[in-house]
């Protein structure tokens, strides 16, 4: 798997008009934040000094959780998840919500939160997916979600009860990583790639799968270090049409990279990373 760059900001960006009834007041929404038009904007978070926001962000169906992540550099050696919750009317936090993870995404109902780290398989360093279920009293402790060896990141769920992760599977086009559906068969759970045109001799590393499997945003790493941000849909016989760039509003030019992409439940935002090599608090 490809290791990015150090971050600079996440942004934020309107992706289309779209009307549905809010939990919480539109003013209140993403921490009351003025929100962007299609040119993107910095979402503003509170780090710890001397950390960084960085990877994907999640944010709960009735928009009062807001989960990101926070590290020193990567690889990393710090890490955590931290998280705003709207309670008695009014944004509170960033608590801490797990120390050592990164990478949060909520199940479909909320229930379950998927988080990644990177730990020692066989004298190797592999990315894992690890899973906490929501109680009453909070998150459970995190337990690895699957056994193989393969690094899985970004693991996601949809509506239709099917999985998807990034992995660097043996034999694939580029050798580096491949975006991935989870064939579950009884007790036996393989990993597919999406082959092409969303898996292809360049690197997919970080994406967004819509929740009704429609699109699939996916980060590409074309050139070196240097990536963008590409959307490929659902035709009508079900197989994926060839990834279309974001466009010059998202992508900026080389070496910087636009990452780690999540979309609101309500399709309307795009939320992603844009960065270079220089750290940034």
Not at 106 to 114: E, F, G, V
Not at 140 to 169: G, I, V, W
Not at 188 to 214: H, M, R
């Amino acid at each position: 798997m490809i290791m990015k760059p150090i971050l600079l900001s996440i942004q934020f960006a309107l992706l289309g008009n779209v009307c549905i009834s809010q939990s919480i007041p539109t003013d209140s929404l993403y921490l009351g934040q003025t929100l962007p038009g299609n040119m993107p904007g910095i979402f503003r978070l509170q780090i710890t000094k001397g950390l960084i926001a960085a990877e994907r962000i999640a944010i709960s169906s009735d928009n009062k959780e807001i989960y990101f992540g926070e590290l020193d550099s990567w690889p990393a050696t710090i890490q955590r998840i931290k998280c705003y919750k709207y309670i008695n009317n009014k944004w509170q936090g960033p608590f801490i919500s797990f120390e050592g993870y990164i990478a949060p995404a909520l199940s479909i109902n909320d229930s379950i939160m998927y988080m990644q780290r990177v730990i020692n398989v066989e004298n190797r360093s592999v990315t894992c997916t690890f899973f906490s279920l929501r109680t009453d009293n909070g998150w459970t402790e995190p337990q690895r979600l699957l056994s193989t060896n393969l690094d899985t990141h970004y693991f996601q769920e949809t509506n239709q009860k099917n999985y998807y992760t990034a992995s660097a599977l043996l034999n694939s086009p580029g050798g580096n990583s491949d975006l991935c559906k989870l064939i579950i068969n009884n007790s036996d759970t393989t990993l597919e790639s999406l082959g092409l045109p969303i898996s292809t001799s360049a690197v997919e590393n970080d994406f967004y799968i819509a929740k009704d499997e429609s699109y699939i945003i996916i980060c590409r790493f074309n050139t070196g270090s240097a990536s963008d941000l590409y959307i490929s849909f659902k035709d009508n016989n079900g197989n994926w049409t060839d990834p279309k760039t974001l466009g010059i509003q998202v992508n900026t030019p080389n070496p910087n990279w636009e990452a780690c992409p999540f979309i609101t439940k309500d399709n309307k935002y795009l939320f992603f990373m844009r960065g270079g090599n220089e750290l940034s608090s």
